[in-house]
């Protein structure tokens, strides 16, 4: 058994089940977990106010990764351990790329999700219904997006984009590409498109946290199942794909679970990192 001192959790598809919740028995892994002194983070493509309170609020939970790895917080005093920012001009090059497409943006900023009245008019029709409440309480109604980036500067941490259907997400990402080639493209849940600055994904956030913790990456264990997993997977020493990650991830991992409605986290907890 390896001497796991961090774990990694994506959250959509992997600590929550499909009804968005997190198990009793997952709760209880990542208690043993922590009172071993094992430091569990979510890593999550959501903004800090999208963690849920059980998970953020539990007892020896020191930092959180949201944002792709865009941003990894402490959470004692929300101090950003590491930032990752978009170049503004980045920014402001993909949001004029992306504006033809008909998909509900928003940006992530500082830890606050951004949208404005077009795109929060479109959420119902993009939107999966599972993740509707949480997209509705958690955009901030801007007047303008541009404005929010360009009085943002070193602050935009994402793009994070519904569309209607997968040809218009395809085509958006396409073009997102074409003015912005080094941007992370990358997608969590069925229709979306969630863009980082260069170089920026979950796997550069928790490696940037594995160093300032001092640890080696054989020391961490990462846990998820969409394409904005893979990297977390392929840099942390144990990379574990949920029963029902995308073919890609499952390539990718050392180790797969049972699916998120099974309890794959707890399982993966339980024998790699408890010993049970």
Request: charged share 25%.
């Amino acid at each position: 058994m390896q001497d796991i001192r961090l774990i990694a959790l994506d959250l959509d598809g992997t600590v929550f089940d499909d009804q968005k919740r997190i198990s009793p028995r997952t709760l209880a892994a990542l208690r043993a977990a922590l009172d071993k002194g094992v430091d569990v983070i979510p890593a999550t493509g959501r903004t800090l106010t999208g963690v849920p309170d059980e998970f953020l609020h539990m007892q020896g939970v020191r930092y959180a990764l949201t944002s792709n790895g865009a941003s990894v917080i402490r959470l004692e005093d929300e101090h950003s351990v590491v930032r990752l920012p978009f170049a503004t001009a980045d920014a402001l090059a993909l949001l004029a790329a992306l504006r033809p497409f008909p998909g509900s943006l928003s940006l992530f900023v500082d830890g606050k999700c951004y949208t404005d009245r077009e795109n929060a008019a479109r959420v119902d029709a993009c939107c999966p219904p599972e993740l509707l409440a949480y997209v509705r309480r958690s955009r901030v109604v801007a007047d303008d997006l541009e404005s929010v980036i360009r009085l943002s500067a070193g602050l935009v941490e994402k793009f994070s984009i519904l569309y209607p259907d997968i040809p218009t997400r395809d085509a958006a990402r396409a073009a997102a590409l074409a003015a912005c080639p080094d941007a992370e493209a990358t997608t969590s849940v069925p229709k979306n498109l969630e863009l980082n600055a260069p170089g920026v994904s979950k796997g550069k956030g928790l490696m940037a946290l594995a160093k300032a913790l001092g640890l080696g990456p054989d020391q961490v264990m990462a846990c998820g199942d969409s394409g904005n997993d893979l990297t977390m997977l392929q840099q942390a020493g144990l990379g574990v794909a949920m029963g029902n990650a995308t073919p890609e991830v499952l390539a990718a991992a050392d180790v797969v679970t049972d699916d998120n409605n099974h309890d794959g986290v707890a399982a993966a907890i339980e024998k790699y990192v408890l010993g049970r």
